[in-house]
């Protein structure tokens, strides 16, 4: 049964980029939010073997430090042809330094040695999970999914991987697009672009409506 969101929340990142999206999310349902990164929380070992773990475990970890319901994302891109990769990992093939440059990069290197040389074989997807955790334990996850192509960088605009990815039915990358294009929710109630936004529309229909 899902509960319903008010009040004052925490969104455990450290991630400025996600943190501005997921501001954007929530500004229109009026809940006021701060940051693990702005508060200073550690940021917890992502040990986790899925995308729903790791956002369980920055979620809960959240919660129990500042007694507040806890709104974490774990996200990642796929590479079909890399099996999968570089998934849960897409934070940490920027390594320390957060060189997405450098992991862009390392995809299209080894995309091209796996063979990805055709439309075909350059298929990829961005996910997101969004985990919500109350301080008594109540737990809510939802994910969403956007499918694309691989390309070459194209862009400066969103952050991380944003320049390499061709979303199906679009010309422009994410790269290229505005946040209203990337991320907004359409009035309408269709289905938004991003796999954050996807997502965040599952978690709106069930704790915010
Ligand atoms: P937090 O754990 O503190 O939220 P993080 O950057 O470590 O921040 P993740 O472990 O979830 O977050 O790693 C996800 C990575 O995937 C992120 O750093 C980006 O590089 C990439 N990513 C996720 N969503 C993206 C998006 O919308 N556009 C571009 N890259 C994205």
């Given at each position: 049964m899902s509960r319903r969101l008010e009040g004052r929340l925490v969104v455990?990142?450290?991630n400025a980029g996600k943190l501005r999206e997921m501001r954007e999310l929530l500004a229109p349902y009026g809940i006021g939010c701060v940051s693990a990164g702005e508060l200073n929380l550690p940021e917890p070992e992502e040990t986790g073997l899925t995308f729903?773990?790791?956002a369980l475990i920055k979620a809960r970890a959240a919660a129990i430090a500042t007694k507040l319901p806890?709104?974490?994302d774990d996200s990642g891109l796929c590479v079909e042809?890399?099996?999968?990769?570089?998934?849960?990992?897409?934070?940490r093939w920027a390594g320390e330094s957060k060189d997405f440059a450098g992991a862009m990069a390392e995809v299209e290197r080894k995309l091209v040695a796996a063979g990805g040389?055709?439309?075909?074989?350059?298929?990829?997807?961005?996910?997101?999970?969004?985990a919500l955790v109350w301080p008594d334990g109540h737990e809510e996850i939802f994910r969403?999914?956007?499918h694309g192509q691989i390309v070459l960088p194209r862009g400066t605009a969103g952050f991380g991987y944003d320049p390499l990815?061709?979303?199906?039915g679009h010309s422009r990358t994410f790269g290229e697009m505005t946040s209203e294009e990337k991320h907004g929710i359409p009035a309408d109630g269709s289905t938004?672009?991003?796999?954050?936004?996807?997502?965040?529309?599952?978690?709106?229909?069930?704790?915010?409506?």
């Amino acid at each position: 049964m899902s509960r319903r969101l008010e009040g004052r929340l925490v969104v455990a990142t450290h991630n400025a980029g996600k943190l501005r999206e997921m501001r954007e999310l929530l500004a229109p349902y009026g809940i006021g939010c701060v940051s693990a990164g702005e508060l200073n929380l550690p940021e917890p070992e992502e040990t986790g073997l899925t995308f729903e773990e790791n956002a369980l475990i920055k979620a809960r970890a959240a919660a129990i430090a500042t007694k507040l319901p806890a709104f974490a994302d774990d996200s990642g891109l796929c590479v079909e042809a890399l099996g999968g990769d570089p998934g849960i990992y897409s934070a940490r093939w920027a390594g320390e330094s957060k060189d997405f440059a450098g992991a862009m990069a390392e995809v299209e290197r080894k995309l091209v040695a796996a063979g990805g040389t055709t439309d075909a074989k350059r298929r990829g997807s961005f996910v997101s999970v969004l985990a919500l955790v109350w301080p008594d334990g109540h737990e809510e996850i939802f994910r969403g999914e956007v499918h694309g192509q691989i390309v070459l960088p194209r862009g400066t605009a969103g952050f991380g991987y944003d320049p390499l990815f061709l979303p199906d039915g679009h010309s422009r990358t994410f790269g290229e697009m505005t946040s209203e294009e990337k991320h907004g929710i359409p009035a309408d109630g269709s289905t938004a672009l991003s796999h954050r936004a996807r997502a965040f529309q599952l978690l709106a229909k069930a704790c915010l409506a």
